[in-house]
């Protein structure tokens, strides 16, 4: 038995009674002292700074603002403006104002600073209260060639995460540019040139240890992390919607986020691969299926996803989930083979609604802005590549 008298502020006398067998009870008093911490002295939450252009937000960004975020307690983002992107790398395929959108949604961000300054500062850092600075295991240059990070490396306040391998906006501009040759552009003498686009879009043959990219390899492991692995609780009304959720953009953004509002617990049915290619046609989809589920699963109003889900919203589908309410966009429905309406049961069971995201941005308006800009972009993608290949020589400047 542990009985506790308090004395003064500083101390505690603890009196411990031992019974022992033979009846006789003893007391020792100890005299503990006690730490009274002053606000200031207690815990302070670490505030950690990344920073990037997060083009075409994908899950390689949100893979890194993940472990950033499990290196502080806030995580702060700053987000370059186009016009800064403009000057050092070439155009952005997001605006800012999407980008910033965006990178508001993945839920491991805390705060987000518009127009961030390309050349991280001591006075950013101080600014925002932040104690360090993070960024992936690549280089990032100005266009001058100076990395972009050297102020905080020199200060001692820079740390670095792993960057994920098989995707970045480079390969995703590569494939859209692919997509253009094979698709989009039928005149072969307008086309890209094959070699180059290949060598970023397809495989790990480019030369620029950065850009060339190798295979996606998704993971259980990686799976998880992303996940919240939370269920719905008793009560929860659970919304479902389905789709291809290629090149996740803003306007998937803005559909999930109405969608989310109509419940409690929002689960999100991806399409595998072949039945995607059915109803899109062509090369599509651009990802493949576990880089379209990660991306998804980034976005902070998803609570769960269903990989390679089911064209038809089946009664199993619902009965298993127990969902309350069907949604689906202002896209065209395609039928299913023979006809048959893939929304047919949640509408008889009066639990299927059409839902306006009030935003008109598609996967193939994303397309088109490559391809109606694709000689900027390949230009863009070249002179990245180049600036990478000095790096790994070791030609960078520091200052």
């Given at each position: 038995m542990l009985i506790l008298y308090g004395l003064a502020a500083a101390d505690l006398i603890v009196v411990i009674k031992v019974e022992t067998s033979g009846k006789v009870n003893k007391y020792f008093h100890i005299i503990v002292s006690v730490i009274v911490m002053s606000g200031d002295e207690k815990k302070k939450h670490v505030r950690v700074w990344v920073d990037g252009c997060f083009d075409m937000v994908h899950f390689g960004h949100a893979n890194a603002l993940r472990q950033a975020k499990q290196m502080?307690?806030?995580?702060?983002?700053?987000?370059?403006?186009?016009?800064?992107?403009?000057?050092?790398?070439?155009?952005?395929?997001f605006t800012?104002?999407?980008?910033?959108?965006?990178?508001?949604?993945?839920?491991?961000?805390?705060e987000v600073?518009?127009?961030?300054?390309?050349?991280?500062?001591?006075e950013t850092l101080d600014e925002h209260g932040c104690e360090y600075c993070v960024h992936g295991d690549d280089i990032t240059t100005t266009a001058d060639g100076v990395d972009t990070y050297h102020l905080v490396k020199a200060a001692g306040r820079y740390k670095e995460c792993n960057r994920t391998l098989g995707i970045s906006t480079t390969?995703?501009?590569?494939?859209?540019?692919?997509?253009?040759?094979?698709?989009?552009?039928r005149d072969e003498s307008k086309s890209p040139d094959p070699l180059y686009i290949q060598s970023i879009g397809q495989d790990n043959q480019g030369r620029s240890p950065y850009t060339g990219t190798s295979l996606c390899l998704p993971t259980t492991k990686r799976i998880a992390q992303f996940s919240s692995?939370?269920?719905?609780?008793?009560?929860?009304?659970?919304?479902y919607v389905a789709g291809a959720?290629?090149?996740?953009?803003?306007g998937h953004l803005d559909f999930l986020e109405k969608a989310r509002k109509l419940g409690d617990y929002l689960i999100v049915g991806i399409h595998s691969d072949p039945v995607v290619n059915v109803y899109k046609g062509s090369n599509y989809p651009i990802m493949n299926l576990h880089e379209r589920v990660l991306s998804v699963l980034t976005n902070r109003h998803v609570s769960e996803v269903v990989i390679g889900a089911p064209y038809s919203v089946s009664s199993e589908l619902m009965d298993h989930f127990k969902v309350d309410l069907v949604c689906h966009g202002q896209t065209t429905?395609?039928?299913?083979?023979?006809?048959?309406?893939?929304?047919?049961?949640?509408?008889?069971?009066?639990?299927f609604i059409l839902i306006d995201s009030e935003?008109?941005?598609?996967?193939?308006?994303?397309?088109?802005?490559?391809?109606?800009?694709?000689?900027?972009?390949?230009?863009r993608n070249k002179k990245k590549e180049a600036k990478e290949i000095n790096i790994a020589e070791g030609k960078v400047n520091s200052h």
């Open positions: 502080g307690d806030v995580l702060v983002v700053g987000v370059h403006s186009d016009a800064e992107i403009s000057k050092h790398k070439g155009p952005p395929v800012e104002d999407e980008r910033y959108k965006m990178v508001r949604a993945i839920k491991w961000v805390d600073v518009e127009s961030a300054p390309y050349v991280t500062t001591i390969d995703l501009v590569g494939r859209m540019l692919l997509v253009t040759r094979s698709h989009h552009e692995g939370r269920e719905p609780n008793p009560g929860d009304k659970i919304v959720f290629d090149l996740f953009h803003i429905i395609c039928p299913c083979p023979l006809g048959l309406d893939p929304y047919h049961e949640p509408r008889r069971r009066g639990k935003n008109n941005v598609t996967t193939e308006s994303i397309v088109s802005r490559i391809i109606n800009h694709r000689l900027e972009y390949e230009t």
